[in-house]
């Protein structure tokens, strides 16, 4: 588990931020939004079986970070699985969209057929900071989502993106930028506390620090950055269940 970060006075202030520059922030949200790229929903499978070994049954589900890039391949499912296909026989899902939220996401999968999971990775958090929620409400959320892969999934692992250092994002303008950036470290340490509570894993996301591992947009993640999250989680996987 990873230790917690105390939180800057910085935080106590923001909800006054946003009421005073409440307007420039929409105005700004506006130009992302004409600007950032929609991510195509990648191609290429989202179910199915490969490797050899040991069978291991894993579940991808989150927003465009875990569905978004050029090819399944080369995005975060086929980095993971990249790093599990010689030792295990993986049966694979993805149920992942662009734009996602956390509580979306939970009635998406509650809706769907319960089916046993040895490993769930869950990728959710940065279109509830852009959109407004508000912390304690989308930790509720985020809870939710646990509970439901342990309950409805059986899922013995469950590994948990944080959210990624939006501060360091290029295409956002200040003073948004430093606004989103403050509320994504708030939600991140929140996060830490609650999968430190509920058993899970705690995967940082601090390598987009890195501004030249950003797509070209400013703010997806880059080819490289899917690759190490991958060789990331591939090696928590392979640690747990050894």
């Not at 290429?44 to 579940?59: A, D, N, S, Y």
């Not at 430190?196 to 950003?214: F, G, M, P």
Request: one cysteine or more; aromatic letters at 6%.
């Amino acid at each position: 588990m990873t230790s917690h970060t105390k939180l800057s006075p910085t935080h106590l202030i923001l909800p006054i931020v946003k009421v005073v520059l409440g307007p420039l922030f929409l105005a700004q949200g506006s130009y992302v939004r004409r600007k950032a790229l929609k991510l195509p929903e990648s191609p290429g499978e989202r179910r199915g079986m490969c490797g050899q070994g040991r069978p291991l049954r894993l579940l991808v589900t989150g927003d465009s970070a875990a569905a978004g890039a050029d090819t399944q391949e080369e995005g975060l499912l086929g980095n993971i699985l990249e790093g599990l296909v010689d030792t295990y026989e993986v049966e694979y899902r993805l149920i992942a969209k662009t734009g996602a939220k956390t509580r979306s996401t939970v009635k998406r999968l509650a809706r769907l057929e319960s089916v046993a999971y040895d490993v769930a990775v869950t990728s959710l958090g940065v279109n509830d900071v852009t959109s407004g929620r508000s912390v304690a409400s989308w930790i509720d959320d985020q809870r939710r989502l646990i509970n439901l892969l342990h309950e409805h999934y059986s899922v013995k692992q469950v590994l948990i993106f944080g959210l990624p250092p939006v501060s360091h994002f290029p295409l956002l303008p200040q003073p948004l930028r430093w606004y989103l950036g403050n509320q994504a470290h708030l939600f991140d340490h929140r996060l830490k506390q609650l999968t430190n509570e509920l058993d899970c894993d705690y995967v940082a996301l601090d390598v987009t620090k890195d501004q030249s591992l950003i797509a070209t947009d400013g703010f997806h993640p880059g080819p490289k950055v899917y690759e190490l999250w991958g060789q990331d989680v591939a090696s928590r996987i392979k640690d747990r269940l050894d």
